[in-house]
């Protein structure tokens, strides 16, 4: 028994050290890593910020003139402020909650700015 229990760690052992496949896939993934490291090192050095300016509220002078650089700009419509109507002509909207209906009042502009220094 306790010679079979030797001979098994032995072939394990053998089994273990002539895998060069493992090894070999070991060592590719480490120096691919090593490359993406050195890449993302490379863009760390440049800064980003996302400003969003909705409804003509905000300024993005403090930034270009801190030294930042519009890179992409896209703007979608939004609604800036909302009113309460009444649902029809005998709702009264103070007394009664359940007529009173909420509509878009002011339709305006949200940008979006990616800025990069």
Do not use: H
């Not at 703007?75 to 309460?84: A, F, H, L, M, T």
């Amino acid at each position: 028994m306790n010679k079979l229990i030797k001979i098994f760690n032995i072939l394990l052992l053998v089994n273990l050290l002539t895998s060069c496949q493992f090894i070999d896939n070991f060592k590719t993934s480490v120096i691919k890593d090593n490359n993406e490291k050195e890449s993302k090192a490379k863009f760390k050095n440049k800064e980003t910020l996302e400003l969003r300016i909705s409804c003509g509220q905000g300024d993005l002078k403090e930034f270009l003139e801190k030294g930042w650089k519009v890179e992409k700009e896209y703007s979608e419509e939004k609604i800036c402020s909302w009113k309460s109507v009444p649902a029809n002509k005998k709702c009264n909207m103070e007394r009664d909650k359940g007529c009173k209906i909420t509509k878009p009042d002011v339709i305006g502009k949200e940008t979006y700015y990616l800025l990069v220094k």
